[in-house]
């Protein structure tokens, strides 16, 4: 069985930063971590992934401004978020993909307002 448990979100003022973080536990092999958002009324999106040897891909609404990285040893991944906008508001979920499956996150709200 494969657990993932996300970091807080938070308010946040536009311009500003926050850092989100997912811990996944279990039997994890060949994976692939990411990150997806969904603002309401609209379609869960993805916003970065990783995958197990380093490869990451963004949208690009967050290029530039986002940063997706990996902690192999605690298989965590981590968001880093810098220059938010009101428009990046949104539930975070983290995901993880693995050879036995696909595994989401509880999910974490991100609000930029001022």
């Known amino acids: 069985q494969v657990h993932l448990v996300e970091s807080a979100g938070g308010l946040v003022q536009p311009g500003g930063s926050l850092r989100l973080s997912c811990a996944a536990s279990?039997?994890?092999?060949?994976?692939?971590m990411g990150w997806y958002r969904q603002a309401p009324g609209k379609k869960r999106e993805l916003v970065a992934v990783?995958?197990?040897?380093?490869?990451?891909t963004y949208a690009d609404s967050v290029k530039g401004r986002f940063t997706i990285s990996r902690d192999n040893a605690k298989i965590t991944v981590y968001l880093q978020m810098n220059g938010l906008k009101p428009e990046d508001t949104a539930v975070y979920y983290c995901k993880l993909v693995v050879t036995t499956g696909v595994y989401w996150g509880q999910g974490t709200q991100v609000t930029v307002s001022s």
């Open positions: 279990g039997s994890i092999f060949g994976d692939t």
């Open positions: 990783v995958a197990s040897g380093g490869t990451t």
